[in-house]
């Protein structure tokens, strides 16, 4: 498939307009098939597929977090890390209205509503991830560095093995 052959979605706007480079890559999407068929399909390390998590605080404020693929988030040290009661993850309605994505397609890239972002601390010693470009079965690599220059991102540890 040609690398000009993929949606134009706001997370691709966004980028083309703070003038990230990236890579497209288009995958048939697996209902629950999560980042690990994803990784399969496009023959990269799980590790290296970041997921956009949308989470809220005790006090419902929203915010996303990007996390490794292979790994969860510790929604007790995440808590701990901003000075929250509690986090939780949102519900598809909510996550949908904060982000204007479907999930299973969301970018932390051109969201609606304009949100915190916390990503795991290791990412950025990765050389490239692969991260949602805003449509289900639709990632985009860019560099870790990149993903600093077009984020206010803030890095945190708070990162557990999944439970398999």
Same mark, same amino acid.
């Given at each position: 498939?040609?690398?000009?052959?993929?949606?134009?979605?706001?997370?691709?706007?966004?980028?083309?307009?703070?003038?990230?480079?990236?890579?497209?890559?288009?995958?048939?999407?697996?209902?629950?098939?999560?980042?690990?068929? @994803? @990784?399969?399909?496009?023959?990269?390390?799980?590790? @290296?597929?970041?997921?956009?998590?949308?989470?809220?605080?005790? &006090?419902?404020?929203?915010?996303?977090?990007?996390?490794?693929?292979?790994?969860?988030?510790?929604?007790?040290?995440? !808590?701990?890390?901003?000075?929250?009661?509690?986090?939780?993850?949102?519900?598809?309605? &909510? !996550?949908?209205?904060?982000?204007?994505?479907?999930?299973?397609?969301?970018?932390?890239?051109?969201?609606?509503?304009?949100?915190?972002?916390?990503?795991?601390?290791?990412?950025?010693?990765?050389?490239?991830?692969?991260?949602?470009?805003?449509?289900?079965?639709?990632?985009? !690599?860019?560099?870790?560095? !990149?993903?600093?220059?077009?984020?206010?991102?803030?890095?945190?540890?708070? @990162?557990?093995?999944?439970?398999?």
């Amino acid at each position: 498939m040609s690398k000009l052959n993929y949606p134009v979605t706001p997370a691709v706007r966004f980028l083309r307009e703070k003038q990230i480079e990236f890579e497209p890559h288009l995958y048939p999407y697996e209902e629950h098939g999560g980042t690990q068929h @994803a @990784a399969e399909t496009l023959q990269v390390p799980e590790h @290296a597929v970041i997921k956009t998590l949308v989470m809220q605080t005790n &006090t419902r404020s929203p915010l996303l977090v990007l996390m490794h693929g292979d790994y969860e988030v510790s929604t007790r040290q995440l !808590a701990r890390a901003l000075g929250a009661r509690q986090i939780i993850p949102c519900d598809v309605t &909510t !996550a949908q209205k904060y982000t204007g994505y479907l999930v299973g397609g969301i970018s932390p890239f051109g969201t609606r509503t304009t949100l915190p972002v916390y990503a795991e601390a290791s990412i950025f010693a990765l050389e490239r991830i692969y991260i949602n470009g805003g449509k289900r079965g639709f990632l985009i !690599a860019i560099t870790p560095i !990149a993903l600093r220059t077009a984020l206010p991102v803030q890095e945190v540890e708070v @990162a557990t093995k999944e439970q398999q």
